[in-house]
């Protein structure tokens, strides 16, 4: 760990590279009027002041924006990664050099320097907890319960963290309110779908080079994020195949006019595999067996287990790198099977996550629903809460104003007919 003339703490790569991570904090800025707005309130109103917070986020310059939005509206915040693989070491070392925030979060770090960095975000003995797969709140409640006093609460940003809060809800251990950040239409009608479909594809593409027309890509579920997956490669001319365990999710993606099977049959067919099932081993040793020589695999789910990456290397007797974030496995059968981003998001290792035009709105939710937590200190229920429904339609409206899209409007008979239900046939 490292210090600043000022003192500050921050385990980061470099601090040299604050210049370059400060002009690309700055270019995504242009694509975040909403957050800026926000910001500026913020920087006014100072809603944060004597609030400790502790966000784990992937730190890229969109979330940069929301540091800083944090931290101008008073907040003692420091940032760690959410994601080993996923940290911009330039953006980190801006945030920390340039605007005074300190950040724990080294790309590749190890598992063990995660883990220290969740603890360092608890160290600060946060009020407020920004959780991205909800790491740092499963560890405070099995670990540092006597922390649990001082928590106003927390947000999560992602499906991952909400399914862990709910079965941490279930268990009786969620003592504090959660905001579903992941839930509000906002969030996830964007995030989900055309965040992870444009940067999941940016991610195999940077990471290969190769061309997706033609090529059989098997997406493997079909959440908003697999929805996005598949029509956006469906645009790059990709004959897609679905894999679902959900019935009504399966029909939907065979009328959205994708073929469905099950892995068992699509191994042997895909040339291109994504998964973003949010589960364990979807691509396991009886995948592999039967896939084709040189079958590219990935994965965009929040954690690195949906690829039983343990099972591909006792099958293997070579592992090459070939290019950044692309690895060889050589199977003793002969054939090959390409592992991208280490099974780790692909859209945060090999490339930069979610365009920011598109966090702009993810990171509006986790700002305003901080501001929630403190405006409506003491009176929120334990257990998970829904962004309010104001708050979601007042981001899209931002939203729309930054783009220059205009709504229509109700006439007055229009919203007395709307109002009333005696007018039928
Ligand atoms: N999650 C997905 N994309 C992201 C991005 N660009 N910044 C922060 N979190 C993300």
């Not at 991570?21 to 002041?49: D, S, T």
Request: charged share 20%.
């Amino acid at each position: 760990m490292m210090t600043t003339s000022l003192q500050l703490k921050y385990d980061i790569k470099d601090i040299a590279l604050a210049p370059q991570g400060k002009q690309r904090i700055e270019w995504a800025g242009r694509e975040m009027p909403v957050l800026r707005l926000i910001q500026e309130r913020f920087a006014q109103e100072k809603p944060f002041a004597g609030i400790r917070l502790a966000a784990c986020c992937h730190v890229t310059t969109e979330t940069a924006h929301l540091a800083i939005a944090l931290k101008n509206g008073g907040a003692d915040a420091v940032l760690i990664a959410s994601n080993p693989l996923s940290t911009q070491d330039d953006v980190a070392a801006s945030l920390v050099a340039d605007y005074g925030i300190p950040v724990f979060a080294i790309k590749g770090e190890d598992n063990d320097t995660y883990h220290r960095h969740v603890q360092t975000a608890l160290d600060h003995r946060p009020n407020i907890i920004i959780d991205d797969g909800s790491d740092v709140v499963a560890t405070l409640v099995q670990e540092r319960k006597h922390q649990l006093a001082d928590l106003l609460g927390t947000t999560e940003e992602t499906t991952t963290g909400i399914v862990r809060l709910k079965a941490m809800f279930r268990d009786g251990v969620l003592s504090f309110p959660a905001m579903n950040v992941n839930d509000a239409d906002t969030k996830h009608f964007f995030d989900n779908r055309y965040g992870t479909g444009q940067s999941t594809l940016d991610g195999i593409i940077r990471a290969t080079n190769i061309l997706l027309a033609g090529k059989n890509m098997v997406v493997a579920g079909y959440g908003w994020c697999g929805k996005g997956t598949a029509l956006r490669a469906r645009g790059m001319g990709a004959n897609v195949i679905v894999t679902e365990i959900d019935p009504v999710r399966a029909i939907e993606a065979v009328m959205d006019g994708f073929r469905v099977m099950p892995m068992a049959q699509a191994a042997a067919v895909g040339d291109i595999f994504v998964t973003v099932t949010g589960n364990k081993h979807v691509i396991r040793r009886e995948h592999f067996e039967t896939m084709k020589d040189g079958a590219i695999v990935c994965n965009s789910g929040h954690f690195d287990i949906e690829i039983d990456l343990k099972s591909l290397k006792e099958m293997s007797s070579e592992v090459k790198q070939v290019r950044n974030f692309t690895e060889q496995y050589r199977l003793q059968s002969g054939k090959s099977v390409i592992v991208l981003g280490e099974g780790r998001l692909v859209n945060l290792a090999a490339a930069e996550g979610h365009p920011s035009a598109v966090m702009d709105m993810s990171f509006a939710n986790q700002a305003l629903a901080c501001e929630y937590l403190v405006k409506n200190k003491g009176s929120l229920e334990p257990g998970i809460h829904s962004i309010p429904t104001e708050v979601d339609q007042e981001i899209a409206r931002l939203k729309l104003v930054a783009m220059g899209i205009e709504l229509d409007t109700l006439t007055a008979e229009q919203e007395i007919y709307i109002n009333s239900w005696t007018a039928g046939t």
